[in-house]
C-alpha cells in the first residue's frame, strides 16, 4: 500500500486510517493485540511545513512524549542517551565507534556528486544486531539521500513502526535531519518517504486514533 499526501499531518491521519481500517490482527510478544499492515509506504511531500504537527497532538494526551528539543538533541547527537535502551544518533554520527555517516561520508559525497545514488546511512549493526536475544534492535535500520530537481530527497526503511505513538517522533527526528543535511549543502528539502516493513497500532490506544481523526 502507498500514501502519497502533501502533508505530515495527513500522512498520518490516512495512515492511522489505512491500517485501522484495512490492517489484520494478532497477538505480539508482549500479549498486546496488534493491528498490522506489511510493506506500508508513505511519502510526504513537504514534511518541512507541519512536521512538528504529530508531536504537538501527541503531547495533548495523558502520555509521557518527549519534547521537540529532546528529540532534535538525541537524534543529531553521537553520544548515547542514557535514559534510552538505544538512540539513533551514535549509530549515525559515530557507527562502532568509528564512523561519523553525515559529516564524513553522506555531505562530503552530495557536495562531490549531486546525481550520486550512493546516499546510504546504515543503522543496523550485524555484529551487534544479530543475537536472538537482543531486544534493543533499531527500528529505523537505513537512510537513503537523494538529490532531484535541486531539493534534498529523504527515504527511510523502518522494520516496525508503530503508527500511533512512534511515527510522531521517527518523522519529526528524521526531517531535524534532513533538515541538517540540506542546510550544509545548501539545498531545500524534498520529500520524505517511509517505508514500513511492519506499520501497526494497538488495540489499546483506539479511542486516542480515533480523536486524531477526527482533527
Known sequence: MEITTQTTQ???????????????????????????????????????????????????????????????????????????????????????????????????????????RRGIVCLFNPVKDMDLDSKNVPSLLFLYFKIKDNMLHLTCYIRSNDFFIGWPGNIYQIVVLQKYVADRINIPTGSLTTVSSSAHIFHEHFSMIEDIQRR
Not at 39 to 62: K, R
Not at 88 to 99: A, D, E, L, S, V
Open 10 to 116: 495527513d500522512a498520518w491521519k490516512r495512515a492511522l486510517t489505512y491500517i485501522k481500517e484495512e490492517g489484520s490482527d494478532f497477538t505480539d510478544h508482549d500479549n498486546r493485540v496488534c493491528r498490522e499492515v506489511l510493506n506500508f509506504t508513505v511519502t510526504i511531500e513537504h514534511p518541512e511545513e507541519d512536521y512538528e504537527t504529530p508531536i504537538q497532538l501527541m503531547q495533548e494526551f495523558d502520555l509521557i512524549y518527549p519534547s521537540q528539543e529532546e528529540l532534535s538533541a538525541i537524534m543529531l547527537s553521537k553520544d548515547v542517551a542514557a535514559i534510552y535502551e538505544y538512540s539513533y544518533g551514535p549509530r549515525i554520527f559515530n557507527f562502532m565507534n568509528q564512523k561519523d555517516q553525515i559529516n564524513d561520508f553522506i555531505i562530503p559525497l552530495l557536495k562531490k556528486d549531486p546525481t550520486t
